[in-house]
Nanobody, 130 residues
Framework: EVRLVESGGGLVQAGGSLRLSCAAS????????MGWFRQAPGKEREGISC????????YYEPSVKGRFTISRDNAKNMVYLEMANLKPEDTAVYFC???????????????????????WGQGTLVTVSS
């Protein structure tokens, strides 16, 4: 069974930090680029950071660049998102996702209607208070 299970969400004050984790199972992790998406209330889901498997290339959506850091551990089938200097506008449900590594990290994150993203987790809520 293919599974992506997120953890690490919660309530944090503005300026604080959180680390999200995603445990992957049921598929060949090395064959997939991994990413983090988020969906705020009333907004569309957006890809905020993705990382390829083959070369470790990363993509960051401009609003999180410099504050968030994505990483992966292929030996443990894990992907992480370190979030620093959090802002109230970062409040959202955060989803772990995977797309074939033949596509770039940018495409997995920003492909039209997420067409390059195949696998999704259930999400973890991050709430940033002002």
């Amino acid at each position: 069974e293919v599974r992506l299970v997120e953890s690490g969400g919660g309530l944090v004050q503005a300026g604080g930090s959180l680390r999200l984790s995603c445990a992957a199972s049921g598929f060949t992790f090395d064959d997939y680029a991994m990413g983090w998406f988020r969906q705020a209330p009333g907004k569309e889901r957006e890809g905020i950071s993705c990382i390829s498997s083959s070369d470790g290339n990363t993509y960051y959506e401009p609003s999180v660049k410099g504050r968030f850091t994505i990483s992966r551990d292929n030996a443990k089938n894990m992907v992480y998102l370190e979030m620093a200097n959090l802002k109230p506008e970062d409040t959202a449900v955060y989803f772990c996702a995977a797309g074939l590594d033949i596509y770039s990290a940018y495409l997995v994150c920003q492909g039209y209607q997420h067409r390059y993203t195949e696998l999704w987790g259930q999400g973890t809520l991050v709430t940033v208070s002002s």
